[in-house]
């Protein structure tokens, strides 16, 4: 496990298994390459600001974290969804695909341990996270669209 203050460590060391196992997510979910828009990077805390966001939280008895994905209004046409349900059902499934991905990663695993996910929920027009150390990035997908994704995990802590 990752010992106090060193989640930002981490995921800069580790940056390119997330940008990379979120790029098969996408590729094996819709049957559509991808690309990473710039270079993944870390910060002190996720932010989604985008009109339609997905977010689920993962963890275990060691860290808590959070997955979220963003797209705007324009990018969910590009794949035919109109309606939040929609939207949820399909990128929740989504995120889901892609902890399970991140869980078959060695190097998250033996950091993290394994997280379990919990159930993915719809936000409109941004979402205001807690401070915890992050990654995120875009993927433009080769429909024309172009889709943020981010990752934030922090230590339990105890009073």
Known sequence: MVSDNNEALFLSE???????????SVECMFGMETSVVTQWEVTERLICNCHHN???GCGNSGYQGMIAMGLGEKDAQCFGFSG???LLD????LLNNFCGILMDDEC???HLGVLTQCIPQY?????FLPKASSCSG???VDNGSRLFFGFSIKKNRTL
């Open 138 to 140: 875009y993927l433009n």
């Open 90 to 93: 399909v990128f929740g499934e």
């Open 123 to 127: 936000v409109q027009i941004g979402a």
């Open 108 to 110: 998250v695993t033996e």
């Open 84 to 86: 939040h349900d929609e």
């Open 14 to 24: 580790s940056i390119d298994v997330f940008s990379e196992s979120l790029k098969q």
């Open 54 to 56: 997905i977010l689920m």
